[in-house]
């Protein structure tokens, strides 16, 4: 069974970091692509990022956290990261990690539809706040 589990979450201040986790289990993470989404109270779902299989190599942010934030991949640990830079209070949420059920890739056209992931994890919390 596949499970990804997220940690890392936190208060913080503005212009703080954060780094989340996203913990593969019952699946080997770089066989597929993980996306990392956002949920702040009363708004919908926003996809974050998109980090491919290593074979693939393409990563994709929504414009809003480009230049602050990077994903990576630890395969030895079957782990995928999100390191948050300059947090700023419009970053607070509940942050999710999930599969890309089609694969290994981040397509360009569709990354940001939740509907192309599967397996998703409980969230964990982002609070961004002086």
């Known amino acids: 069974q596949v499970q990804l589990v997220e940690s890392g979450g936190g208060l913080v201040q503005p212009g703080g970091s954060l780094r989340l986790s996203c913990a593969a289990s019952g699946v080997t993470s770089n066989d597929y692509a993980i996306g990392w989404f956002r949920q702040a109270p009363g708004k919908e779902r926003e996809a974050v990022s998109c980090?491919?299989?290593?074979?693939?190599?393409?990563?994709w942010y929504v414009g809003s956290v480009r230049g602050r934030f990077s994903v990576s991949r630890d395969n030895s640990k079957n782990t995928v990261y999100l390191q948050m830079n300059s947090l700023k209070p419009a970053d607070r949420g509940i942050y999710y990690c999930?599969?890309?059920?089609?694969?290994?890739?981040?397509?360009?056209?569709?990354?940001?539809?939740?509907?192309?992931?599967?397996?998703w994890g409980q969230g964990t919390q982002v609070t961004v706040s002086s």
């Open positions: 980090i491919s299989s290593s074979s693939v190599g393409i990563n």
């Open positions: 999930a599969r890309v059920i089609s694969g290994r890739a981040c397509e360009k056209s569709h990354w940001s539809s939740p509907v192309q992931y599967g397996s």
